[in-house]
């Protein structure tokens, strides 16, 4: 018995005001609590996911809905299994709530299985620090209970990435089964990641893209594609598994009704479940049910998107990396602030779709990145996502008396600490907490003094600093705590 896995990928993105450049809005006075809608079109989003909820969320789950209550005392059930992002969800609850409670729904009949992400479906996990993956990962798993009252043990990661590090991470957080894409290894088996005990399954990238991207293509010799066909494809093809992946706006939004997408849908589970070799599964449930097969190891990181399949999607130009650089550098110093505006606003701009948006090579994975982009051309969204980003670096040297460079504590020359801080606040803290045997190294050389004069440009403090005289030990810490804390006193007022 062959277990068909079909799973949809459930995101939309949150999208910048398109004028938010050339209408001149840059560093202009917002009131406190309003970045967001400074920055993010509100209506334009909204607008659009009613939009996409009318003709593919609410129908396509109205029909799911439907056919596994229809099989639900069948020997063979019909089950389905959903990957939706933290991002989706938030925007269920302000632009839709009865797309929210369809999900519910479904999910309470037993038969459709979440799979947990990164709540901004961001490019966490290719970060060099990997916190904000982590943290990520939990803001999703909490908000996944609080909707849903499940704990999935599957993740897949934002767009099928994937790599040997990124299964270690997944499965430290105590997942069993992760998603890649199928070109790794035969996509009809399960594997074992190398030096993990978790379960990779891997999408049949050929068979999916037959029903999301080929199923109205009149060109194609296959067209017009029906369950019947389709299903007999499924029911030929040797393995344990067949995992179908695509996103859920394949149903209404990128194949239009009128292509008869929905009517497909609704006959598929029939024409699969009368295949005598052929059965519905849950992503964990195939794990559970099937031997992996081998270990494979995976280093350089892949995904489903474009042809390609790697990162050159969103990391593929210098427009790319640039605004990559620039968002990622900003982590450090809005987190060291502790304002939550900001750091929400920073999260938002993580969304890997942002970057999607200023691809710029040419042929047909052109086109449906120009189809998906809200922007005229990539140079576009670039200028916008960078006069953001910008306005954001400034509000953070707004609220934190930011440095030029951040300070990097050591224990010596070759032992750098994971300790760095890029404030008067940030140093405070870490002067609190930093192994003391790092903090007497640079007083020694004068570290702390010349990082306030040429990066704080505070002459006065610095002075301060160099002569807190021959202490060491607590009394140490304590004194240059007693010396930064009036500079900070003033900086706060």
Not at 285 to 310: C, F, G, L, P, Y
Not at 342 to 366: I, N
Request: net charge negative; hydrophobic share 40%; with cysteine.
């Amino acid at each position: 018995m062959t277990d068909i896995s079909l799973c949809f990928e459930v995101h939309q993105p949150i999208r910048l005001k398109k004028e938010f450049f050339w209408e001149s809005s840059s560093l202009k006075r917002v009131p406190p609590g309003s970045l967001m809608d400074f920055y993010f079109d509100d209506l334009e989003n909204g607008r659009i996911f009613n939009r996409v909820s009318s003709k593919c969320y609410l129908p396509a789950n109205r029909i799911i809905l439907d056919e596994i209550k229809r099989f639900e005392n069948a020997e063979k059930p019909f089950k389905v299994a959903y990957s939706i992002s933290g991002i989706f969800l938030d925007q269920c609850r302000r632009y839709n709530p009865d797309v929210l409670d369809s999900f519910a729904r479904l999910i309470d009949t037993g038969k459709a299985e979440v799979m947990e992400q990164t709540y901004y479906h961001s490019l966490a996990s290719l970060y060099e620090d990997k916190q904000e993956f982590y943290e990520q990962v939990k803001m999703h798993r909490e908000l996944i209970w609080d909707t849903f009252a499940v704990r999935p043990t599957t993740f897949e990661n934002t767009e099928l990435l994937y790599n040997d590090q990124i299964a270690r991470m997944v499965e430290s957080l105590g997942y069993r089964t992760i998603f890649a894409e199928g070109v790794v290894a035969d996509p009809n088996y399960v594997y074992r990641p190398s030096g993990t005990d978790l379960s990779l399954l891997l999408r049949n990238y050929r068979l999916t893209d037959d029903m999301g991207f080929r199923f109205s293509a009149k060109w194609w010799e296959e067209y017009p594609l029906t369950a019947d066909k389709y299903s007999n494809w499924l029911s030929a093809t040797p393995g344990q598994c067949i995992n179908l992946f695509c996103d859920y706006e394949t149903f209404g939004e990128h194949q239009w009704p009128e292509t008869g997408i929905f009517e497909f849908l609704k006959a598929l589970p029939e024409r699969i479940l009368e295949k005598h070799n052929l059965s519905f599964a849950m992503p964990s449930e195939v794990a559970a049910r099937n031997k992996q097969v081998k270990e494979i190891s995976i280093q350089k990181t892949v995904s489903w998107a474009d042809m390609e399949r790697d990162t050159s999607c969103w990391l593929g130009n210098a427009l790319q990396w640039a605004c990559y650089t620039y968002e990622r550098r900003l982590e450090a110093p809005i987190k060291e602030s502790q304002d939550q505006e900001l750091l929400s606003v920073w999260r938002m701009l993580g969304l890997s779709d942002h970057l999607y948006y200023m691809f710029t090579w040419g042929g047909a994975a052109g086109e449906v990145h120009s189809y998906f982009s809200p922007y005229t051309n990539a140079y576009d969204a670039a200028v916008t996502f960078f006069a953001v980003l910008s306005d954001l670096h400034f509000r953070v040297k707004e609220k934190l008396r930011l440095a030029d460079e951040p300070f990097k504590f050591s224990l010596g020359i070759e032992q750098p600490t994971s300790d760095e801080v890029w404030s008067l606040e940030g140093m405070h803290r870490a002067l609190a907490k930093v192994d003391i045997k790092s903090i007497e190294y640079h007083v020694k050389n004068s570290d702390l003094a010349n990082w306030a004069r040429t990066s704080l440009g505070d002459e006065l403090l610095a002075e301060k600093l160099a002569n807190v005289g021959d202490l060491q030990g607590e009394k140490l810490r304590r004194k240059l705590l007693d010396v930064v804390e009036p500079s900070l006193e003033e900086q706060r007022r």
